[in-house]
């Protein structure tokens, strides 16, 4: 099993929905979590960190949820320009987040006008 | 942009040739990671130098060797190059504390053939 699983989409939504993917993550004692967004042929980024209650940046929400080992990210009122690959990142036990992360493969997204 | 560089931008080389990558840190970061991120995946930890020292190190063969400079600019190292090291190598740094963001390069894109 992998220690990061994101189902790879294409998730393909209008201008203006609401859109939301999950990640799964294998190691109970992990520690961080983050989610990256990528955008095809450049860098990854961090769009934000994940924390145990919850939080909200802009049009942007994410959730952990320790017991069922998930984080989610939402997007509301999606724009053309989130159009990326929005990749689940996680702090193996024993790491910091400065030391390891561990990927997950991606959940790719489009919007259409 | 972050301030991580990388050269070259693309490369191609043959099965059993040997290859160097560099990276060139943000000025004030004293560590850099190295990630594989093949096709359709998600990044993949290599390795870190903190201070001219591994600091880590994923699940890569012996054939994946690096090095820091005082500057702490960094190299990958590839030996022995197989087709499955095709791949966008990328460089991340960060300033050493233990929750520091990492700040991702543009990346090498690498192509055995």
């Known amino acids: 099993r992998k220690e990061v699983e994101q189902d790879p989409g294409p998730f393909n939504v209008p201008e203006g929905a609401t859109v939301a993917f999950n990640c799964t993550y294998s190691?109970?004692?992990?520690?961080?979590f983050f989610w990256y967004r990528q955008d095809c042929r450049k860098e990854p980024k961090l769009l934000m960190s994940v924390y145990s209650s919850g939080n909200e940046d802009g049009r942007f929400t994410a959730q952990l949820n320790r017991a069922s080992q998930y984080i989610s990210l939402l997007i509301r009122d999606s724009k053309l320009s989130d159009s990326a690959t929005y990749l689940c990142v996680v702090t193996p036990p024993g790491y910091s987040s400065a030391s390891k992360i561990i990927f997950g493969s991606g959940t790719r997204l489009s919007i259409r006008p | 942009e972050t301030g991580v560089t990388q050269s070259p931008t693309h490369l191609i080389k043959t099965r059993g040739q040997q290859v160097t990558l560099r990276c060139s840190s943000q000025s004030g970061h004293n560590t850099v990671s190295w990630y594989q991120q093949a096709l359709g995946q998600g990044p993949q930890f290599i390795f870190q130098y903190y201070r001219e020292e591994e600091n880590g190190r994923g699940n890569f063969p012996p054939r994946f060797s690096g090095l820091q400079f005082p500057n702490y600019s960094s190299e990958l190292n590839v030996n022995a190059l197989e087709l499955d090291d095709s791949a966008l190598y990328l460089c991340a740094s960060l300033a050493g504390g233990s929750t520091d963001t990492q700040y991702f390069g543009p990346g090498t894109r690498l192509t055995v053939l």
């Open positions: 190691n109970s004692a992990s520690q961080s």
